[in-house]
């Protein structure tokens, strides 16, 4: 079965750096596009970061392109996501998520706080 595990989480300063990371097991993860969502307070989830199985297409949009890098390593079944000169605004929780089965079927991980605060 499917499991996604994030970690490195936590608080940090405005203009800070963060580097998350998900540990996927129980599918083929080479062949899986992956996915960094975010969910803020009172706020939908939303998509932050994408990477195509290969490593090689990465869809990042434009409120934290420039900040925000997704990377996956195939041999060791993991997708980072690093983000830097953090805001206020980037305080949620993370999910890494990806969309794999017949039915093709989202799934997701439990999910790391971040939280960006003086």
């Known amino acids: 079965q499917v499991q996604l595990v994030e970690s490195g989480g936590g608080l940090v300063q405005p203009g800070g750096s963060l580097r998350l990371s998900c540990a996927a097991s129980?599918?083929?993860?080479?062949?899986?596009?992956m996915s960094w969502y975010r969910q803020g307070p009172g706020k939908e989830r939303q998509l932050v970061a994408s990477i195509s199985g290969r490593g090689d297409i990465k869809t990042i949009p434009s409120f934290v392109l420039g900040r925000f890098t997704i990377s996956r390593d195939n041999t060791k079944n993991t997708v980072d996501l690093q983000m830097n000169n953090l805001k206020d605004e980037d305080t949620a929780v993370y999910y890494c998520s990806t969309n794999y089965g017949s039915p093709l079927t989202r799934h997701w991980g439990q999910g790391t706080q971040v939280t960006v605060s003086s």
């Open positions: 129980g599918f083929t993860f080479s062949s899986a596009a």
